[in-house]
Structure formats: C-alpha cells, structure tokens
C-alpha cells in the first residue's frame, strides 16, 4: 500500500506563491501517475493537477491553469505542486494521490492526509 505525506501548506497574501510537496513511501512510486486534489470548507473534493508516471503529460482543472505547475522527482518519490498567483478561492486541504484512470483521472487509488493551504485576501 503507498503512503503519502504532504507538507508545504501555510497561510499566504492573496498573489503570493507556495509549493507543497508530497513523499510517497511503499510501492515503487514510479508505477502510478499522481496528483492533487483539494476540498474547500463546505465543497466536494475538485481535482488540481496531475502528472503522468514518465512526467511527460501533465493535465490541470481550468480554474488553476497558467497558475499552478505540477512536478515529480521519481529519485526522490516525491511530487510537488508550485502554486503562483493564489487566490483566496485556492483557500482548501491539498491532497496529494496515486491516481487512476488516465488524466484527469476517474479517481485515486491511495491519498494522503493533507496540508491546509489559507490564501488571504
């Protein structure tokens, strides 16, 4: 079973940038393609990002593209999100996951507990 561990939230200025990195631990990380998703007070989990098991296809939700910039390091079996230009509706939980189903993708496979990320305006 792959376990995932976010880091990297934290409270930011409305403009401001923040990465948020996820380590995966288990299975060889190299055979899932990953992602992220978040949930906002009160909304349904929206996927973010996600990034094929080569990096070479990357697939993002319309209301981050241009913004947000997904990455892994297979060395380090470690996934990353570079968010720029937040917004406070980027205000949620990120999660990071093994996904499935292509990109975007039908859903995850295993998913992390999640960093809060807080966008003030």
């Known amino acids: 079973q792959v376990r995932l561990v976010e880091s990297g939230g934290g409270l930011v200025q409305a403009g401001g940038s923040l990465r948020v990195s996820c380590v995966a631990s288990?299975?060889?990380?190299?055979?899932?393609?990953m992602g992220w998703f978040r949930q906002a007070p009160g909304k349904e989990d929206e996927f973010v990002a996600g990034i094929t098991v080569s990096g070479g296809t990357r697939s993002y939700a319309d209301s981050v593209k241009g913004r947000f910039t997904i990455s892994r390091d297979s060395a380090k079996n470690t996934v990353y999100l570079q968010m720029n230009s937040l917004e406070p509706e980027d205000t949620a939980i990120y999660y990071c996951?093994?996904?499935?189903?292509?990109?975007?993708?039908?859903?995850?496979?295993?998913r992390g507990q999640g960093t809060q990320v807080t966008v003030s305006s």
């Open positions: 996951a093994a996904l499935y189903g292509g990109l975007p993708p039908r859903g995850y496979n295993y």
């Open positions: 288990g299975p060889p990380f190299s055979s899932y393609p």
